[in-house]
């Protein structure tokens, strides 16, 4: 019977990713670890599945097994997820290092590439009410700023997270989620026009 190769660790990305991860990848094995690069080799036995990820959207979905590291490669959202990841900074070869030997020292079996890989899904469609009202909201941004305020928006598969702010802090913050949740922070300025604002995303929602 043939053994299956084994790694300490198993590293996947995207091909916007790659030289990020190859400045990685070698300096893992020049610390010694031993690297398998993609998931072509699903027979192969790892101790880490080490995703490169760039949105907290994929950092949630690759959070699913001990034996997965998700590396976040993008700016950190603000609230931070909750879900354990370590960063492509300075010390992500450091980290990975400790944790293979940490996992070494407490004896635990390797396992194969094919178990802690994500099965392959279509992404899920944004649907087209939200997207809309995303495209609204990130035309009307600049406007903002003849008023001193700034605004960002985020999109996500069934979500628009919008934030106002003045000088770094938050004005406003909108968060639609699904079919029928609105969700509204409110620490300062005026809010003559929310009763506006609300019926324009009831009317575009149902």
Same mark, same amino acid.
């Given at each position: 019977?043939?053994?299956?190769? %084994? +790694?300490?660790?198993?590293?996947?990305?995207?091909?916007?990713?790659?030289?990020?991860? $190859?400045?990685?990848?070698?300096?893992?094995?020049? @610390?010694?670890? %031993?690297?398998?690069?993609?998931?072509?080799?699903?027979?192969?036995?790892?101790?880490?599945?080490?995703?490169?990820?760039?949105?907290?959207?994929?950092?949630? #979905?690759?959070? @699913?097994?001990?034996?997965?590291?998700?590396?976040?490669?993008?700016?950190?959202?603000?609230?931070?997820?909750?879900?354990?990841?370590?960063?492509?900074?300075?010390?992500?070869?450091?980290?990975?290092?400790?944790?293979? &030997?940490?996992? &070494?020292?407490?004896? @635990?079996?390797?396992?194969?590439? #094919?178990?802690?890989? #994500?099965?392959?899904?279509?992404?899920?469609?944004?649907?087209?009410?939200?997207?809309?009202?995303?495209?609204?909201?990130?035309?009307?941004?600049?406007?903002? %700023?003849?008023?001193?305020?700034?605004?960002?928006?985020?999109?996500?598969?069934?979500?628009?997270?919008?934030?106002?702010? @003045?000088?770094?802090?938050?004005? +406003?913050?909108?968060?639609?989620?699904?079919?029928?949740?609105?969700?509204?922070?409110?620490? $300062? $300025?005026?809010?003559?026009?929310?009763?506006?604002?609300?019926?324009?995303?009831?009317?575009?929602?149902?």
């Amino acid at each position: 019977m043939i053994e299956s190769a %084994t +790694y300490d660790i198993a590293v996947s990305f995207a091909e916007e990713q790659r030289a990020v991860a $190859g400045e990685v990848v070698e300096a893992c094995r020049q @610390r010694g670890l %031993t690297v398998l690069e993609g998931n072509d080799q699903p027979d192969a036995k790892v101790r880490f599945l080490v995703p490169f990820v760039s949105t907290v959207d994929e950092l949630v #979905a690759q959070h @699913r097994d001990e034996h997965v590291l998700p590396v976040l490669t993008g700016e950190i959202p603000d609230p931070a997820p909750q879900v354990a990841y370590l960063r492509a900074d300075e010390g992500l070869v450091d980290a990975l290092v400790s944790r293979v &030997e940490a996992a &070494e020292t407490a004896g @635990r079996d390797r396992v194969s590439v #094919a178990d802690v890989v #994500a099965p392959t899904a279509p992404p899920q469609a944004e649907t087209t009410d939200l997207r809309a009202l995303a495209e609204q909201f990130a035309a009307a941004s600049p406007e903002l %700023t003849k008023r001193g305020l700034s605004g960002s928006v985020h999109l996500g598969d069934t979500t628009v997270a919008v934030r106002v702010e @003045r000088s770094g802090d938050t004005v +406003y913050a909108l968060q639609v989620e699904g079919d029928d949740t609105v969700n509204f922070v409110v620490l $300062g $300025g005026t809010t003559d026009l929310f009763p506006t604002l609300c019926q324009r995303i009831e009317d575009m929602l149902r």
